[in-house]
């Protein structure tokens, strides 16, 4: 599977920005401007290893005065958007220059003097698919060749000023336009394999590349005049060639793969780009030569990316399994070739200061080092060269992996007898059950069919979001602790868990509107209602005896027993023993047969006999069916997100701490009640 970075910037031609006239009177006027800042194309971003198309029918949060800003700098501040809008197939933002700082007056007088400045507009992918070559998708009211990116949810987060930008709308426009051309080549390029004697599907990947370097330089021999006035070209020789070219790649290929057996990385990255046996020797060596935890030689490129991401997450304490889905292979190797076994936050930070051409004396992080990184990251956002990597959004997907390992810890017992919804805003939202009135009966003489109606049944959620902060400061930051950033990550992500967990069994054990009542004929009570033998089978009686408004049965059945941990031991000798001992008096058990084994799977919870929720009970039980068929309850999510989402907030980074939000988007309600039997169990 692909990985994609999480954000972009798009940047649009020079012509895109325009300064109009001054609204208000006197010294209050303010100059007004407006942009066209993206234009729906296919897009070079970097850190992505296809081009980006952005959806904008998915791109969110356009209302609100976004703040404009300078090279995408939070504290140059230009002024603000009143209006974003999409129209047709382009993003336009119109607003007012309201800064009062030199990056506002700087924007003003080079736009007077003619100066084309461009407009790049920072946003955050929540969701994207990738479109592999010679596939297409719709985008932006178009079809989009691949290979492509679509991002087909994003949300708005600024609009910049700015001098060059992450990509110009020119290259843009050849790249979204060149697509169908080299796949139009692509077709002739197999037809010309095909005549010089090879087939592409045999052919590897450094195969393909030398032999499509030559097609691309074109007529490789002379071409003679046949007999009827035709070109004629020598075939044999040429394909003799062929072959002989392809052969010398092979034995490159296998010698230095046998002299990089223990290095894959250099393995692959040798075969890639053409190295011979020398090169890949010295670079083995290079390799193989001790290095510092930490920070990397002068020589070596910056690790900025998901190698060292994953490197932390490594450190971090994340479960491998997690890292494993989380990265591909090619990023796991270069991990491990980089020898990041030891990664902190400050080898963070002097990777980033070495990405942005800067040197500093390694040593213990003090607050040069930390300024030093931070300006590093601004830099390299506002140049392009990484706009879409941050040195906060790496440590924030550090902080995700370590939330979601430990949310996933979390057991989660409301899973098994509730039923998952999507919601796709904050609405309430009501849910119907289709019923019907009336039965199948037998045709008559005449072939007349009795008519049968629909009715339906509503059952209402809505979704609610809850949110915490996680952030380092100053002292974290000196101290390298990445562990406590973990810490707070992980207590974040079990928090997460028991949110949704307790949020399910308070609405439970509150029985809203006497959901288990003896009306709905769904609440066992008195000492017939003791978890056992007898009490299974009332609760089981009661359960199927269940009927619609028409007074026909619902014909459901229990799957699930719920109980509270002091009846743990009990539910699943019932759920496993075909003999148990019941007592008739204190002292004389009386062996009998369990009809019930097997057949109500037993979960426990605490949060039945939980003394802080109110309606608690030690004794209750419950029998659930199957939420696939007939749900008691639902646990409702935003977009189908069923984890909690760490990402950099908008805050002001110019202060010596990092600071992220976590935010979990979920609701819980009741459905049907004839999907459940309660037992008070005294």
């Not at 052969?247 to 990255?269: D, G, N, Y």
């Not at 051409?357 to 040593?363: A, E, L, N, T």
């Amino acid at each position: 599977m692909k990985r994609m970075p999480g954000a972009i910037h798009m940047t649009c031609a020079a012509d895109a920005v325009r300064l109009l006239e001054a609204t208000g009177d006197g010294e209050q006027a303010l100059r007004r401007f407006n942009m066209t800042a993206y234009t729906g194309a296919a897009m070079q971003v970097a850190g992505w290893d296809a081009p980006v198309v952005v959806d904008l029918a998915g791109l969110r949060r356009l209302r609100g005065a976004k703040p404009i800003l300078l090279d995408h700098d939070t504290r140059q501040r230009v002024g603000h958007a009143e209006q974003i809008r999409v129209e047709g197939n382009s993003l336009l933002v119109d607003g007012l220059i309201s800064g009062a700082g030199s990056a506002a007056q700087e924007v003003v007088a080079s736009s007077i003097n003619g100066f084309p400045w461009q407009a790049s507009v920072g946003a955050l992918v929540e969701k994207a698919i990738f479109v592999p070559a010679g596939k297409t998708a719709q985008a932006n009211g178009g079809e989009v060749q691949g290979p492509v990116y679509i991002a087909r949810k994003a949300s708005l987060q600024e609009v910049s000023f700015v001098t060059l930008g992450a990509d110009d709308q020119t290259s843009a426009r050849v790249a979204a336009q060149a697509q169908p051309t080299l796949e139009a080549d692509s077709m002739d390029f197999e037809k010309w394999l095909d005549a010089k004697g090879f087939q592409l599907v045999e052919l590897n990947e450094s195969q393909q590349v030398s032999l499509r370097a030559m097609f691309d330089a074109g007529p490789e021999k002379p071409v003679a005049a046949g007999a009827n006035g035709t070109a004629v070209v020598d075939a044999a020789e040429h394909v003799t060639e062929l072959r002989a070219s392809a052969a010398a790649e092979l034995k490159r290929q296998s010698k230095v793969r046998e002299i990089a057996t223990r290095h894959p990385a250099i393995a692959a990255q040798a075969v890639e780009e053409g190295w011979d046996a020398t090169r890949t020797e010295l670079e083995v060596l290079r390799a193989s030569r001790p290095a510092a935890p930490a920070i990397h030689g002068g020589d070596s490129s910056p690790l900025i990316g998901k190698p060292l991401e994953a490197a932390l997450c490594r450190s971090a304490g994340v479960s491998a399994e997690l890292i494993e889905k989380s990265y591909d292979q090619k990023t796991l190797e270069a991990m491990d070739a980089a020898k990041l076994r030891k990664a902190s936050i400050g080898t963070l930070f002097y990777e980033y200061i070495r990405a942005a051409g800067r040197s500093i004396r390694p040593g213990k992080i003090d607050d040069e080092v930390i300024q030093a990184a931070f300006e590093a990251d601004r830099q390299l956002r506002a140049s392009g060269g990484f706009s879409t990597i941050s040195l906060p959004g790496i440590l924030g997907n550090v902080a995700n992996k370590s939330l979601l390992d430990a949310y996933l810890a979390v057991p989660r017992v409301s899973q098994n007898f509730c039923r998952t919804a999507n919601h796709t805003d904050f609405k309430v939202h009501t849910r119907y059950r289709m019923t019907m009135a009336g039965s199948m009966e037998q045709v008559g003489p005449d072939g007349e069919l009795k008519h049968m109606t629909l009715g339906e049944q509503g059952y209402q959620n809505q979704l609610a979001t809850y949110g915490g902060m996680v952030a380092l400061n100053r002292q974290q930051l000196h101290n390298d602790d990445l562990e406590a950033l973990v810490d707070t990550s992980r207590f974040l992500g079990r928090k997460s868990a028991i949110a949704v967990e307790k949020a399910v069994f308070t609405l439970l054990l509150s029985n809203p509107t006497s959901f288990f009542s003896v009306g709905n004929k769904n609440l066992l009570s008195g000492a017939t209602s003791a978890l056992s033998v007898s009490g299974i089978t009332l609760a089981e009686q009661k359960f199927m005896d269940q009927v619609d408004e028409q007074g026909e049965p619902v014909a459901l059945e229990p799957a699930l027993m719920l109980v509270p941990t002091g009846l743990k031991v009990v539910a699943e000798q019932l759920f496993s023993e075909r003999v148990v001992n019941e007592s008739t008096t204190t002292d004389k058990p009386k062996p009998a047969s369990n009809p019930h084994a097997g057949r109500f799977r037993p979960v426990a919870s605490p949060y039945l006999n939980a003394q802080a929720l109110a309606g608690s009970s030690t004794t209750a039980w419950y029998l659930f069916a199957n939420p696939a068929d007939v749900a008691a309850l639902e646990i409702a999510y935003l977009n189908g997100v069923t984890t909690p989402t760490i990402e950099s907030g908008e805050t002001d980074f110019n202060t010596l701490g990092i600071q992220w939000r976590c935010y979990f988007d979920f609701g819980i309600a009741m459905q049907d009640f004839r999907a459940a039997i309660r037992a008070d169990g005294v």
